[in-house]
Structure formats: structure tokens, C-alpha cells
Nanobody, 116 residues
């Protein structure tokens, strides 16, 4: 059984940075997609960024391009989201996602709040 555990959320001022991490355990396939999603109050969950294994191809939602960077370490089964130049509209619960074998697996989420 695969488990995903996020860490690194918190409160940051506009313009600041945060780094989210996701540790995956269990049976991880060599071919998969890992990503970060977020859900703000009253809004639908949206994909922020994802990265494919083994190609390493990345995708970003337009609103975070140039500010966020997704990366992964397959040897350690970790996923990272470096978030710079944060804006109040980035405030949300951020979820780690693993898609493999036709299934979506989710972490418990971590709160990111951008406020002065």
C-alpha cells in the first residue's frame, strides 16, 4: 500500500518562499506521474504542477509558471515543490498526488497561507 506524507506548509508573507516535500512509501512503479494539487476554500481542487517518471517531463498551471519548481528524487521517493514569490492567491491546502497503475493516491494535505 502506498502512502504519501506532505510537509513544509505554513504561513508566509507575500513575496516569500516555501518548500513543500512529499515522501512516498510502499510500492512505487517506475512509470508514474507525481504532482501537487491545491484547493482553496470554496474552490475546486486544481493541479499546480506535475512531473512524469521516468522522463522527468514537467507541467505547470499558468499562474505559477516562473515562480514554482517541481522536482523529484526517484531514489528516495520524494517529491518537492519550491514556491517563490508567493502571492495571497496561492493560499490553499496543497496535496501530493501519485498516479500509477490507473489509480490516484493522495496525501493528507498541508496548509499554505500567504498573508501579511
Amino acid at each position: 500500500q502506498v502512502q504519501l506524507v506532505e510537509s513544509g506548509g505554513g504561513l508566509v508573507q507575500p513575496g516569500g518562499s516555501l518548500r513543500l516535500s512529499c515522501a512516498a512509501s510502499g510500492s512505487i512503479f517506475s512509470r508514474n506521474i507525481m504532482g501537487w494539487y491545491r484547493q482553496a476554500p470554496g474552490k475546486q481542487r486544481e493541479v499546480v504542477a506535475d512531473i512524469t517518471s521516468p522522463s522527468g517531463h514537467t507541467n505547470y498551471v499558468e499562474s505559477v509558471k516562473g515562480r514554482f519548481t517541481i522536482s523529484r528524487d526517484n531514489a528516495k521517493n520524494t517529491l518537492t515543490l519550491q514556491m517563490n514569490s508567493l502571492k495571497p492567491e496561492d493560499t490553499a491546502v496543497y496535496y501530493c498526488n501519485l498516479y500509477q497503475g490507473g489509480r490516484d493516491i493522495w496525501g493528507q494535505g498541508t496548509q499554505v497561507t500567504v498573508s501579511s
